[in-house]
């Protein structure tokens, strides 16, 4: 089971951090990762984290958005910074691109 939170409503140039818990997974194995979904556009990966600890990050968060995970807790986080309008979506964690949890919805209005 994975299960994002720590979304909510933010102004813009504020922060926010969500969190993902991922039970019953072979969490240090895998590699995790953060989607968004836009309202009218398709899901597209923001982040990822490999099990050695490696990230990515697509140019439009890259400079403002910090993946981490901790093996201990089973949980990745994504640490949102500068948040613009436009990073409004409904957030997922994935592992192995393969499993997915519910969303969580982050608005970014003033």
């Known amino acids: 089971q994975l299960q994002a939170s720590g979304g909510g409503l933010v102004q813009p140039g504020g922060s926010l951090k969500l969190s993902c818990v991922a039970t019953?997974?072979?969490?240090?194995?895998?590699?995790m990762s953060w989607y968004r979904q836009a309202p009218g556009k398709e899901r597209e990966r923001i982040a990822y984290?490999?099990?050695?600890?490696?990230?990515g990050y697509i140019d439009s968060v890259k400079g403002r958005f910090t993946i981490s995970r901790d093996n201990a807790k089973d949980t990745i986080y994504l640490q949102m910074n500068s948040l613009k309008p436009e990073d409004t979506a409904v957030y997922y964690c994935?592992?192995?691109?393969?499993?997915w949890g519910r969303g969580t919805l982050v608005t970014v209005s003033s």
């Open positions: 984290i490999t099990s050695s600890g490696t990230t």
């Open positions: 019953r997974f072979d969490f240090t194995r895998s590699r």
């Open positions: 994935a592992l192995n691109d393969k499993y």
